[in-house]
């Protein structure tokens, strides 16, 4: 029997929301830290510096701003190299936020981007 993952599921949800939701001025990409590898295909990643671990799952551009949305399970914590690089995002001037849900997706993007086209999915 397979493992549930909560976290594919939403990632689903919302990549599907978001595709239909943005308007033409956001673009939106995933980010594919999680993807299964093999051990030598992990190797030559990390090496060639192909991944960077705690980057958000989202990322999303609207006007020249930087959304960053992490998504996690209902319990899912924050991994310190996630804890690392939400905060230097911040820094830089990025939105960065976990969300748990569609609808906490859904709540960050209507308060950014007032131009969505839907707004429930």
Known sequence: MRKAQPERMLH???ADYLD???P???LWWPTPNASKRTPAQAANMKRAKEF???VPDIMLCHRGRLICI????PKGRLS?????IHERLTLSGAV???????DDVIDLLIQ??????????
């Open 20 to 22: 239909l939701a943005l």
């Open 70 to 73: 992490e998504l996690k399970a």
């Open 24 to 26: 033409p001025t956001a």
């Open 112 to 121: 950014i981007i007032p131009d969505l086209k839907a707004r429930a999915a």
């Open 52 to 54: 960077r671990a705690g």
């Open 12 to 14: 689903k949800q919302v």
């Open 80 to 84: 310190p190299a996630q804890n690392e």
């Open 96 to 102: 960065v936020c976990v969300c748990r849900s569609l």
